[in-house]
């Protein structure tokens, strides 16, 4: 079965515009997580969407936001970029069976602001 | 507040050996624990999934063991490859509804031929 799909890859961007990436879950996920990875703090919880809603929140500003979709896809947007926002964005996608909670990975989104 | 904590930061090894990489966090209230591997620019790869109620999960080489009185897991690689050269990463699951994984920031692996 396909895996988690997010688009683009690569994008680089100016200070001061905004970007939105994209996820698709692997089918049949109602869960789907953020994260942002950075040489420096590593892998930081961006937000999780399960049917639609919010249900956790990261320490971002509120520059990031997000959304998810009847479909279980999700976006992320950042608006006003900083040099700072420069990273790989991943997206996750999980559901529970008996044998737990098992996230998997996209190939990511990297962002480079200039 | 869940703390992960990887040591060591790197470890570099010849080709055939066994080796392990730690884990640890500050709360015992996980629910589960995974193990991922990821290779430069690229994604995380799910390697291991070990329940709460688990002491320890197997795949292939690979043996992942949680001891969650002490705060505590370990990644076993056995007969080490050059293919096995990766960034490791472990990440806790809290209890309480969400599927919020808290990260360790990782053990980059080199194993020379």
Known sequence: KAGVTQTPR???KTRGQQVTLSCSPISGHRSVSWYQQTPG???QFLFEYFSETQRNKGNFPGRFS??????SRS???VSTLELGDSALYLCAS???SRVGTEAFFGQGTRLTVV | KQEVT???AALSVPEGENLVLNCSFTDSAIYNLQWFRQDPGKGLTSLLLIQSSQREQTSGRLNASLDKSSGRSTLYIAASQPGDSATYLCAAYHQGGSEKLVFGKGTKLTVNP
């Open chain 1, 10 to 12: 690569y994008l680089i």
């Open chain 1, 75 to 77: 976006e992320m947007n």
């Open chain 1, 94 to 96: 999980s559901h529970r």
């Open chain 1, 41 to 43: 703090q590593g892998l």
């Open chain 2, 6 to 8: 990887q040591i060591p």
């Open chain 1, 66 to 71: 997000g959304r998810q979709f009847s479909n």
